[in-house]
């Protein structure tokens, strides 16, 4: 929820996002030991595969209201195949935090559910993961950068951050 806190600590800055208006947070919520237990204190650690969406809500208790929080699945994978498919029917999208895999199968599913509702020239993208292409050596499963280069002019790289791995994107 870290990434959760500083976008909507944005966005209620804004008098047209307070008129109402939600942040959508699609997530799986599964626990995948092998990548996340290094990130935790052995007392925190979840059962492999274990829900983890209670954290979550704990975490971000005090920006609830803020929120929309939906436990699905974009694709298949590792413990979540039971979950329901991430569907979209809430109207035009202005922006959106891409933080769901590196991989081109990821990147394709979510980019096919949401594209129809991208404004062109308006709607922003910021891709999390986008510059882990640049990582040494080079891992397979990094393929947000061949990802946004399938797409051609359709997303124009606007901003990058020096040091870091996020890319932003404009649709057109």
């Not at 650690?45 to 979550?56: E, V």
């Not at 797409?151 to 951050?161: D, F, M, P, R, T």
């Amino acid at each position: 929820g870290c990434s959760t806190h500083y976008i909507i600590n944005s966005l209620i800055k804004n008098p047209n996002f307070m008129n109402k208006k939600k942040l959508y947070v699609f997530d799986d919520f599964v626990w995948r030991s092998s990548w996340m237990d290094p990130h935790v204190s052995e007392s925190e650690r979840l059962h492999n595969h274990q829900d983890f969406k209670f954290l979550f809500n704990k975490y971000a208790s005090d920006i609830n209201e803020y929120l929309v929080v939906r436990k699905v699945k974009i694709i298949d994978f590792d413990g979540n195949y039971k979950l329901p498919q991430l569907k979209w029917n809430n109207g035009l999208i202005e922006i959106m935090f891409i933080d769901c895999g590196r991989t081109i199968e990821a990147n394709d599913a979510w980019y096919k559910i949401f594209q129809p509702y991208f404004i062109p020239d308006n709607t922003i993208l910021i891709m999390q993961d986008w510059g882990l292409h640049k990582e040494v050596p080079v891992q397979s499963y990094n393929q947000t950068k061949q990802f946004t280069d399938s797409k051609g002019s359709s997303l124009q790289l606007i901003h990058e951050i020096k040091r870091g791995n996020i890319g932003a994107f404009i649709y057109r």
